[in-house]
């Protein structure tokens, strides 16, 4: 429990001082200073691994699984890459989404960050409503499988001629306008405005729950492909954090150059394939954690290296 209380006030510390400090005053966030931030988040995410290790060495947290450390610590880093992978379609929506609301850069942070805090809650409750399925009921496991291939059959055989998502013809819109009375004029950063003694919502504040739904939505295919990999609730928590803070900065830095990273999506397909047959097979194929990590690191780098290649050929 001490290990848990630590990692939610690391987190809470970490954005605190990223709102306060920061990103205090709003302003455009540069490609370089978005660059930055990744690779600071990626780096973290990569050492927390140790820390993972060290935890688990020390049996400072529950083990139910009885994972050794090396082996938690491969788990930690899979489970990262898979929520960070899945990650690279939520920021085209949530490129859609701003572009829909017409909502200014500078202020585009400010919607993600309050946006990361609702996700961190839903992703909890998701995570720990999963863990406990699967532990409760180990059939739960090949449902999960079964809709990961699904997914991945979905986007394979996507219609190309498929209407483009539009956040203002969107159900969430639509029952948003029935709710509260909506303004479409920004008005700085707030998300309410007031005129004439009645409360209205700025497109900011619509921005932000589109967004935060358009993650519940994503989250079913994410949080199904990481308890492929554990059904340890720490690990797949803390994965799916260090995944969700680092989509702020990866957004600012992949916004622009979404179309260079095309053939990307097949590497996500494979990726969940992968996963979805690994949790149909588990009772009789038992990969090794490396051969699991190898796999989904392997088809991001082949993914993003014939992307990049294409997209120069095309030049």
Do not use: C
Not at 146 to 156: G, Y
Not at 251 to 268: I, Q, R
Not at 272 to 292: C, N, Q, R
């Amino acid at each position: 429990m001490i290990v848990w209380i630590v990692f939610i006030a690391a987190i809470i510390f970490f954005l605190a001082l990223d709102l306060g400090v920061f990103n205090k005053n709003p302003h455009i966030i540069s490609s370089k200073e978005a660059g930055i931030w990744t690779s600071i988040w990626v780096t973290l995410s990569f050492l927390f691994s140790g820390v993972i290790y060290w935890i688990y060495s020390n049996g400072f947290i529950e083990n139910p699984s009885n994972l050794t450390p090396t082996l938690a610590s491969m788990k930690f880093i899979t489970g990262y890459l898979i929520e960070l992978s899945l990650s690279v379609d939520n920021i085209f929506v949530i490129a859609v989404i701003f572009t829909s609301f017409k909502i200014p850069q500078k202020y585009q942070h400010r919607v993600l960050f309050w946006g990361i805090l609702g996700a961190i809650v839903f992703r909890g409750l998701m995570i720990y409503f999963g863990v406990l399925l699967i532990n409760k009921f180990s059939w739960m496991i090949y449902v999960f499988g079964l809709f990961l291939i699904f997914t991945a059959a979905k986007m394979l055989f996507k219609n190309d001629d498929e209407e483009v998502f539009n956040p203002k013809k969107s159900f969430v819109f639509k029952i948003l306008r029935k709710i509260m009375p909506i303004t479409l004029h920004m008005e700085g950063q707030h998300f309410f405005v007031r005129k004439r003694t009645i409360l209205f919502a700025t497109p900011l504040f619509v921005a932000l729950i589109v967004i935060e739904l358009m993650d519940v939505l994503f989250a079913m295919d994410s949080v199904p492909a990481i308890l492929a990999i554990t059904s340890d609730g720490f690990l797949v928590f803390s994965s799916n954090i260090f995944a969700i803070l680092g989509l702020r900065s990866m957004y600012f830095f992949l916004a622009n150059m979404l179309e260079k990273f095309s053939y990307l999506e097949y590497s996500l397909i494979a990726i969940l394939t992968f996963v979805g047959i690994k949790m149909l097979a588990h009772d009789y194929i038992e990969l090794p954690e490396w051969a699991s990590l190898g796999f989904i690191a392997l088809s991001l780098l082949i993914g993003i290296a014939y992307s990049l290649y294409k997209d120069k050929s095309k030049k």
